[in-house]
């Protein structure tokens, strides 16, 4: 198979392309042949800072395909069906082999393109702002970073929840552009203070959830922003910095901070569920991932700079057949 893999740590000039074995399919294996792949956070941050745990070693964590072979205890599967795959590595690749609890069913009418943007966008929103965020009607939630795939996922989700949703970005032109999938107000975080202005949006109380996407320097802001005996989520650090919360910061407020890493709930029968919902709410046309780009999977060096340096709007892709 055609694959993109590299050998040490280091910036997108670390990737190459060329020809590798094809995966071994084990007894639980569903093996994907990939059409695409959506660039994910993860792939980035593994690539520049996570030691490749064999060489050559094949990045990404999600790709949509069509099962091309599926091993002796795969019940759910079968050669031909069109699936959404996830795993720690291995999705930059024509072929992508993931265990069985780690492959859903496109729903009917799905375009694979769209599907390989669902799982880890929208499953890693909803645990932040549901299942661990506790988000309820009527509270009041700041999506830092609303204009990557995961803000974009969590600004539709909040909204539709009866929250009211607060998004960050880069400019009044992007912040126009994430209105219209449900946020009620934007803060221009280059141009704006983001406490003081989630101050005056929520009446002095401060916000009741804060979803932190990009982590870095805005960690400050963010907290003196959240009210006390709030929560903040810690999700992503796509700024590349990664920030730090002092013992005496979090006791002063009473704050509840959780991370999220969905990888590693995603075999279990309620992220499953979740997932399952996700797609079919995508599937419906209620959730939406904007395609900011396409590249061919011999391109990902390309791709990856334009996700690290382009600010992209949504998801990009890899286009593997």
């Not at 019940?75 to 993931?98: I, M, Y």
């Not at 029968?269 to 797609?279: G, H, T, V």
């Amino acid at each position: 198979m055609k694959a993109i893999h590299y050998s040490r740590n280091g910036g997108p000039e670390v990737m190459e392309f060329g020809e590798l074995p094809d995966p071994q399919v084990g007894p639980d294996t569903v093996l994907i042949a990939v059409e695409w792949v959506s660039i994910e956070g993860g792939d980035l941050l593994n690539r520049q800072i996570t030691p490749p745990a064999q060489v050559p070693f094949v990045p990404g964590y999600q790709a949509a395909g069509t099962v091309a072979a599926t091993g002796s205890e795969v019940t759910r599967f079968r050669p031909g069906d069109k699936v959404v795959g996830f795993h720690w590595n291995g999705s930059h690749a024509e072929l992508f082999a993931v265990q069985e609890h780690h492959a859903f069913a496109v729903p009917e009418g799905l375009d694979l393109r769209l599907a390989a943007t669902v799982p880890i966008p929208f499953g890693t929103a909803h645990d932040a702002l549901f299942e661990y965020g506790g988000l309820k009607p009527g509270e009041t939630v700041l999506v830092q970073g609303a204009a990557g795939g995961v803000g974009l996922a969590a600004v539709q989700l909040a909204a539709q929840a009866g929250a009211s949703v607060i998004g960050t970005a880069s400019s009044p032109e992007r912040l126009a552009r994430i209105a219209p999938f449900g946020m009620h107000h934007g803060i221009d975080y280059r141009r704006e203070d983001i406490a003081s202005r989630c101050k005056d949006l929520t009446g002095g109380k401060g916000i009741d959830l804060v979803l932190d996407l990009a982590g870095g320097k805005g960690k400050d802001a963010l907290m003196d922003a959240v009210r006390p005996h709030g929560r903040y989520a810690v999700v992503g650090a796509s700024s590349g910095d990664l920030p730090s919360f002092g013992f005496f910061e979090l006791i002063r407020k009473a704050l509840h901070v959780y991370g999220i890493s969905l990888g590693r709930d995603m075999h279990t029968p309620r992220a499953r569920a979740m997932i399952e919902d996700l797609l079919a709410r995508v599937a419906a046309g209620s959730l939406e991932m904007p395609i900011d780009a396409e590249f061919p999977l011999a391109e990902a060096r390309r791709a990856h700079e334009h996700v690290a340096t382009a600010h992209p709007f949504g998801r990009v892709l890899l286009r593997a057949r």
